[in-house]
């Protein structure tokens, strides 16, 4: 039974795992023993997290903007370029953008869907022969989308095109996994609610104190706790496991009664 968790050797990428989210989820792979590949727009703070990480494991850094099919199109060329096959994608690259709805702009609506939407589903079609070619009846390639609980709950903040966005693809990870299950590869989405990232870092700040609680559980999480999560969906512990998505939010969701 203790290999049911086992990833060493395994091959995965991260898109924006620089930081935040990302961040914990590479660095739960790299200390699993995964080869792990991360992407961000910006290529210093991609390279620097990439050699922080890589004092526990292996690491490689490769910037894109996964906005534009050519920044999809680049990124998958560069994994083809050194892998012959990705046992693992964690679709987390995402963006906000919060106005008074009198002022929300259609540039800003378009870019968080771009980013949130439409990115993983072209980096997600791009990648298939190399999702495919690690694939098998016993050990399925894995799909990780990052969602959120903005996605299953109301946020009052005026982020209008966020929620909407992560619906989008708490939904397009159960029509995927639809169509990928012949092919041995499962697709699942992580819903995280407050976690400590950049995104998160001004609300966190204005509203921690009464953020935590109204999480049953009392805190904030923490890194391991979505390092846990996508562990678990990365192994064979998840072989059976396919078109769901798992709230990571300290009980937010499943226990709103007691809120």
Known sequence: MHELFDLNGKTALVTGGSRGIGEMIAEGFVSSGVKTYISSRKADVCDATAERLSAAGECISIPADLSSLEGVNGLVDAIRERESSVDILVNNAGATWGAAIEEFPEGGWDKIMDINVKGPFFLTQALLPLLEASASEGDPSRIINVGSIDGINVNRLPTYSYGPSKAAIHHLTRVLAGHLAARNITVNAIAPGPFPSKMMAATLEQFGDQIRKGVPLRRIGEPADMAGAAIYLASKAANY???????????????????
Do not use: E
């Not at 496991?241 to 809120?259: E, F, M, Q, R, Y």
């Open 241 to 259: 496991v396919t078109g769901v998505i798992i709230p990571v939010d300290g009980g937010i969701t499943g226990c709103a009664s007691t809120l």
